[in-house]
Nanobody, 126 residues
């Protein structure tokens, strides 16, 4: 079983930056593709970024150009660096994991397919 714990959320001013972290523990027995999703008020949860175990990175259009996803394998930690934040970015941000082959196509798999989820961290931009 895989456990994901997000941290780093908080309040930031319009135009500001935040770095979210996701601690990854446990194992599914397979290499994992890791991703970041968000749920803003009035919308369904949507993908923000993902990283395949081979290092290939996926950025859906939602926050493309304003986020960078990275990972520290030694620390089993996934990061999401967010810049130029806007009030409409306010919401819950989630870390997720899925078995690697789902990410092989280079496109972030849709939300319902992801196997493991953290509880989320709140980001508020004002």
């Amino acid at each position: 079983h895989v456990q994901l714990v997000e941290s780093g959320g908080g309040s930031v001013q319009d135009g500001g930056s935040l770095r979210l972290s996701c601690s990854v523990s446990g194992s599914s027995g397979n290499p994992l593709c890791l991703g970041w999703f968000r749920q803003v008020p009035g919308k369904q949860r949507e993908g923000v970024a993902g990283i395949h175990s081979d290092g290939n990175i996926m950025y859906p259009d939602v926050m493309k150009g304003r986020v960078i996803v990275s990972q520290d394998s030694a620390k089993n930690t996934l990061y999401l660096h967010m810049n130029s934040l806007k009030p409409e970015d306010t919401g819950m941000y989630y870390c997720a994991a899925i078995n690697d082959p789902y990410c092989a196509g280079g496109v972030l798999p849709p939300e319902p397919l992801w196997h493991y989820w953290g509880l989320g961290t709140q980001v508020t931009v004002s």
